[in-house]
C-alpha cells in the first residue's frame, strides 16, 4: 500500500520510495527515508496528509503520497 | 541582558566592509530560530543584500568581542547540503569558499534528530563548526532532558546550549567561537555500531559502513591523484559517492563500478543511523509530554474547521487593521496637519513666494504626508503578517488550503505568496521561488499582483469614508474578497487554458507553534515600516513633485487656473477611454496614471489635484459612491506599483511574460471597473 491509502492516526514503515529523483533526495533530507516510521495524523479526501517523521511534521501532497510505500507497523517506533 | 554593555554589536553600514577578524556563518534548518538568534547579536542594524545571482536575501552584521569583530552572515535556512535546492547549494559554496572562519550551526533542540542530520554533513565539511542548542527552554517545558556532556562526546564539537529568545548563552556561543577558529579535527569519543572499521577512521565523526568507507578512501586516492589541490577530499569523495550533480560536473571522474545508486541510499541510512545512536544516548524522557502543537493542529488544521477559522483569522486581521489603525490615523492626520501650518507659518515669516509655499505644502506635505497617515494601518497589518509567520500558522495555511488550490491547478503552497501579497506584492512575487515547478510558480506569480497590498489600502481606506459612511468599512474589506476571487478565476482560467494542472506536489514543513519572538516580529514589521517611508521620502516625493508642477504649469507659465495646466490637458486626453469606467473626471485619471510608480501616489495625487477637499471637488463633477467603488476596484486589479513589474521581469525572466502581466491586470481592471459601473448604474 502507499502513504496515500493510509489512515489516520495510524504508523507505518516507509518501505520504498517511488518518485522522481529530485524528489526523492528532498524527501530524503527531510528526513522522510526508507526505513523510517511515519505516523499519519491528518489526511484530507484528496489525498494532502501531514506526517510526523523523526519528530517533526510535514504536509505532503497526494500525488507525493502515492509514491511512498508502506506497511503497517505495529510494536515498533 | 548579559550582552549589554560587554558586545557592543556595531555596524558600519553605507556598503564599506567591516574589518573584520572572524566571519562566522549562521547555518540551521529553517524554523530553527536561527534569525532570532542573529537577530539578538546585531539587532536591527542589518545590511541587507542579495546574494550573488539570485535574490535570496544576504543579512550580514558585526559585533564587537573584547577586541575582536565578529562579521555575522545569516544564511538561508536549509535543511541538507545537496545541491538539490537553492538554499542549500547557497549555503554549500558560501562554506567551500574561504570567506567563512567558523560555522554556528543553529539546532532546535526540541527538534534534534532532524536538526542533526544537518550538523553532520556541516561536519564533513571540514569547516570549524560550533553547535547552538536553540529552544532549550522547549525541551525543559517538555520534561526532557539533552546529556550536554555526552552530546559533544560523539559530536566532536563544542556545544553550547542558548536561548534566542531570552538572550541566555549569547556570550558563551561567542566565546566558543573564538577559541574554536583552528581548524582542528574533532576529537571524538565514540564507537560506532555500524561497521567494525573505525579503527582506520577514527578521528571522523561520520564513519560509514566498511563497504562504503572503502569506496571513499578509492575515490579519495584518485581525487588526491587528479586534483592535488583539493582540499577536504574525504567530502568530495562522499558527494561523488553520493551522486551529487554539482560536484560530479566540477570533478570529474571515471567512478564506474565503485559508485552505484544504492551507496547513494545507504550513506543517507547511515547518517539517519547514527543520529538515532546520538539521540538514543543524550536525549533523555523522549516523547515524556505530547506537544501541544499536535492538540492545537487537531484545530487548526482539521478537514472541518480548519478553513472557517482561517478565514476567521484573516477577518480579524483585516478588522483590526481598519480599527486601530484609523484610531491611530486620526492622531497622525492631526499631528501631520500641525506640520502643515506651522510650517505655513514659517514660509511666511521667511517670506517665501507663492510658489514655492505652494510646492512645500501642496506638493510635498500634502503628498508626502497623506501617505504617511495611513502608516498606522500598514503597522497593524504587517504586525499581523508577522504573527501569523513567526508563530508557525502560515505553513498551515498552505496544507488547510491545499484542496481549493487544487481546484485551480495549484499547490496548496502557492497559497502563501498570495497571501504575503496582503502585505506587498514584491516580497509576495519573490517568495513564489518556493514553488519547484516552473509553470506553477509563473502561474502564482501571474495572481498574485491581484491580492490587496497594503499600499492599496490607503485608496480603500480614503474613499470608502469620503462616500460609504458607516458601511466604510465593508467597502473596504469587499475589495480583499474581490481580490482574492480574481486570482482564483484567473488561476482557474490559465489552468483551463493550459490544460496542465500541478497538484498532489506538497512538500512543507509544519513547525512547532510557538509564541511569536518579540524581537523577531519588531524587526519585520520595522523593515516593513521603514520600506513604507523610505518609498514616501523617494518615489511618492519624487511623484508628488512631478503632480504639482504638471497641476501649476501650464502653457502659459504658473498658473493658479487648475483647468488651464499640463495636469489637465493630459487628463482630458486620456479621460474618453475611462468613460465606461465610471472615472471619466481627468483628475482621477491623472492619479492613475502617477499611481503606477507606486500605489499609495493615487492617494497623495488626487490629494493635491483636489487641493486637499477630494469629496467636494468630485463629488462636484458628479462622482458618487458607484464611482468611488469603481475606482476602488480599479486600483485592486491594475499593475500594483513600477517595483512589481520590475521583479516579475526578474523573476520570470522573460519580457514576454512580464508583458502579458502588465496587460492582463490593465484589462481585467478596465473590464471590472465597467461591469461594476454599468452594471451598478442599471440597478442604483
Given at each position: 500500500m502507499n502513504l496515500s491509502q493510509g489512515v489516520r492516526d495510524n504508523s507505518y514503515k516507509i518501505i520504498n520510495i517511488e518518485m522522481p529523483e529530485n524528489i526523492e533526495r528532498r524527501l530524503q533530507t527531510l528526513g522522510i527515508t526508507e526505513g523510517s516510521i511515519v505516523e499519519l495524523l491528518n489526511i484530507k479526501k484528496n489525498g494532502t496528509l501531514i506526517l510526523k517523521v523523526r519528530g517533526s511534521r510535514f504536509a505532503v501532497g497526494g500525488k507525493i503520497a502515492s509514491g511512498i510505500k508502506i506497511r503497517r507497523a505495529e510494536g515498533e517506533s | 541582558m548579559l550582552l549589554e554593555g560587554k558586545l557592543h554589536p556595531e555596524l558600519k553600514s553605507g556598503g564599506q566592509r567591516v574589518k573584520a577578524n572572524l566571519n562566522v556563518g549562521f547555518v540551521g534548518n529553517p524554523n530553527c530560530g536561527k534569525t532570532t538568534l542573529f537577530n539578538a547579536y546585531t539587532g536591527a542594524k542589518l545590511k541587507v543584500a542579495n546574494w550573488p545571482g539570485v535574490t535570496v536575501e544576504k543579512k550580514e552584521g558585526a559585533m564587537r568581542y573584547h577586541d575582536n569583530t565578529f562579521k555575522l552572515v545569516d544564511l538561508p535556512g536549509t535543511y541538507g547540503l545537496s545541491s538539490y535546492t537553492m538554499e542549500e547549494q547557497l549555503t554549500r559554496q558560501y562554506i567551500l569558499g574561504d570567506e567563512v572562519d567558523v560555522i554556528i550551526d543553529v539546532a532546535d533542540a526540541s527538534n534534534l534528530e532532524r536538526n542533526l542530520y544537518l550538523t553532520l554533513q556541516l561536519i564533513e565539511l571540514g569547516k570549524p563548526v560550533v553547535l547552538a542548542l536553540n529552544m532549550m527552554d522547549i525541551v525543559t517545558e517538555r520534561g526532557m532532558e539533552i546529556d550536554m556532556h555526552r552530546l559533544p562526546e560523539m559530536l566532536g564539537i563544542p556545544v553550547i546550549p542558548v536561548s534566542a529568545r531570552h538572550k541566555t548563552g549569547l556570550d558563551i556561543l561567542m566565546h566558543a567561537v573564538a577559541h574554536h577558529k583552528e581548524n582542528k579535527v574533532p576529537v571524538t569519543e565514540h564507537q560506532h555500531k555500524?561497521?567494525?572499521n573505525y579503527f582506520k577512521h577514527?578521528?571522523?565523526?561520520m564513519v560509514y559502513s566498511d563497504e562504503i568507507e572503502e569506496r571513499i578512501d578509492i575515490i579519495k586516492a584518485m581525487l588526491k591523484k587528479k586534483y592535488?589541490?583539493?582540499?577536504?577530499t574525504r567530502w568530495h569523495a562522499i558527494k561523488i559517492l553520493e551522486n551529487d550533480r554539482e560536484i560530479r560536473e566540477e570533478y570529474p571522474l571515471n567512478t564506474e563500478g565503485i559508485t552505484d545508486k544504492k551507496y547513494e541510499k545507504a550513506i543517507i541510512n547511515e547518517k539517519y543511523d547514527f543520529i538515532q545512536e546520538i539521540i538514543e544516548e543524550v536525549m533523555v524522557n523522549r516523547n515524556e509530554k505530547a506537544a501541544l502543537t499536535d492538540k492545537v493542529d487537531k484545530y487548526l488544521t482539521s478537514n472541518i474547521f480548519g478553513i472557517p477559522i482561517f478565514l476567521g483569522i484573516m477577518a480579524l486581521v483585516f478588522f483590526l487593521t481598519f480599527t486601530i489603525g484609523d484610531v491611530l490615523k486620526g492622531w497622525m492626520e492631526y499631528f501631520l496637519s500641525a506640520i502643515s501650518d506651522k510650517t505655513g507659518l514659517l514660509l511666511d515669516l521667511a517670506g517665501a513666494g507663492t510658489i514655492s509655499k505652494s510646492l512645500i505644502i501642496e506638493g510635498i506635505i500634502g503628498g508626502v504626508g497623506g501617505i504617511l497617515s495611513f502608516l498606522p494601518n500598514i503597522f497593524i497589518l504587517f504586525l499581523a503578517l508577522a504573527f501569523l509567520e513567526d508563530s508557525g500558522y502560515m505553513s498551515r495555511v498552505a496544507y488547510v488550503m491545499d484542496g481549493i488550490m487544487g481546484k485551480i491547478g495549484l499547490s496548496g503552497r502557492a497559497f502563501i505568496p498570495m497571501l504575503l501579497g496582503f502585505g506587498c506584492t514584491v516580497p509576495a512575487v519573490l517568495a513564489s521561488r518556493a514553488l519547484e515547478n516552473p509553470k506553477d510558480k509563473l502561474r502564482t506569480i501571474l495572481v498574485t499582483?491581484?491580492?490587496?497590498?497594503?499600499?492599496r489600502l490607503p485608496i480603500y481606506v480614503m474613499f470608502s469614508h469620503l462616500f460609504f459612511g458607516n458601511f466604510a468599512m465593508l467597502a473596504a474589506f469587499s475589495m480583499y474578497v474581490l481580490g482574492i476571487v480574481i486570482a482564483i478565476l484567473a488561476a482557474y482560467i490559465m489552468k483551463k487554458i493550459s490544460k496542465e494542472s500541478n497538484t498532489g506536489n506538497l512538500l512543507i514543513e509544519l513547525p512547532e507553534y510557538k509564541k511569536p519572538n518579540k524581537r523577531t516580529i519588531s524587526i519585520y514589521v520595522w523593515e516593513k515600516v521603514k520600506d513604507y517611508i523610505t518609498r514616501a521620502g523617494t518615489t511618492i516625493f519624487v511623484a508628488s513633485v512631478i503632480i504639482w508642477a504638471l497641476l501649476n504649469f501650464g502653457p502659459s507659465g504658473y498658473?493658479?487656473?487648475?483647468?488651464?495646466s499640463f495636469g489637465s490637458y493630459i487628463g482630458k486626453f486620456i479621460t474618453p477611454i475611462f468613460k465606461p469606467t465610471g472615472l471619466g473626471q481627468w483628475q482621477v485619471v491623472l492619479s492613475l496614471i502617477s499611481g503606477i510608480a507606486a500605489k499609495e501616489v493615487v492617494v497623495s495625487s488626487i490629494t493635491v489635484l483636489c487641493q486637499g477637499n477630494v469629496s467636494g471637488v468630485l463629488t462636484a463633477m458628479g462622482f458618487g459612491p458607484l464611482n468611488a467603488y469603481a475606482l476602488m476596484a480599479f486600483c485592486l486589479l491594475y499593475v500594483p506599483c513600477a517595483a512589481s513589474i520590475v521583479i516579475i521581469r526578474k523573476e520570470t525572466n522573460s519580457a514576454k511574460w512580464t508583458l502579458v502581466s502588465v496587460m492582463m491586470q490593465l484589462s481585467v481592471a478596465y473590464i471590472v471597473a465597467t461591469i461594476i459601473y454599468q452594471v451598478g448604474s442599471l440597478v442604483l
Open positions: - | 555500524s561497521g567494525d577514527e578521528k571522523y565523526v592535488p589541490d583539493l582540499k577536504n499582483p491581484f491580492m490587496s497590498c497594503s499600499a498658473t493658479k487656473e487648475m483647468s488651464e
